[in-house]
């Protein structure tokens, strides 16, 4: 079987820059077979990325200053800036890849994704939007709100902790300089 030039040059440039273009990333697939001598380079990057990756994330999240103009949203009906509704926010987070530890596609053709840090993504939640209450918002409030998308169908239920699923993929999102209308 000959590999495909595409997909390795994609694992190359994220071995080398440990950052996951999305539309690279569907197209690399993991076969599950037994490693041969050839894959001593491939299981050595493999370790490499993995710690790398962790490292950058950890780095990232701690030293990025929160700027709430990359949250904000060009209405299509208005041409305001606004803060997102939910479901916009989640599209964001998932889009931005210095937040992969907050959250991330486990299929991202269907629209399932994984909150792994959901105490942290209600509280920049709650920093998007600018709620001025009192009280915290907790990943209870924050997952109920998401619930109610199941009603109008926008989210689809799945039977997994903190993973949900965007109805469609696509959703009519156009990404302007970093800004996203509806």
Not at 118 to 128: C, F, K
Not at 156 to 180: A, P, Y
């Amino acid at each position: 079987m000959e590999p495909d030039l595409t997909r390795i040059n994609a694992l190359i440039r994220y071995l080398k820059n440990g950052i996951v273009n999305t539309d690279l990333n569907d197209s690399v697939e993991y076969e599950s077979r037994e490693p041969s001598d050839d894959d001593e380079f491939q299981l050595a990057s493999d370790s490499y990325t993995t710690d790398s990756l962790s490292q950058d994330s950890s780095i990232c999240e701690s030293n990025a200053p929160f700027d709430l103009n990359e949250w904000l949203i060009i209405d299509s009906r208005s041409s305001r800036r606004r803060s997102p509704l939910i479901l916009e926010f989640l599209r964001l987070l998932l889009e931005k890849p210095h937040y992969s530890s907050y959250a991330s596609y486990t299929n991202s053709s269907l629209g399932i994704f994984q909150i792994h840090k959901p105490n942290e993504v209600a509280a920049l939640w709650d920093r998007v939007r600018s709620r001025q209450s009192t009280q915290v918002m907790s990943y209870d409030t924050f997952a109920r709100a998401i619930r109610y998308y199941y009603k109008d169908g926008a989210m689809i239920k799945t039977n997994s902790r903190h993973t949900f699923q965007f109805r469609t993929v696509t959703s009519g999102i156009e990404d302007t300089n970093n800004l996203v209308s509806w």
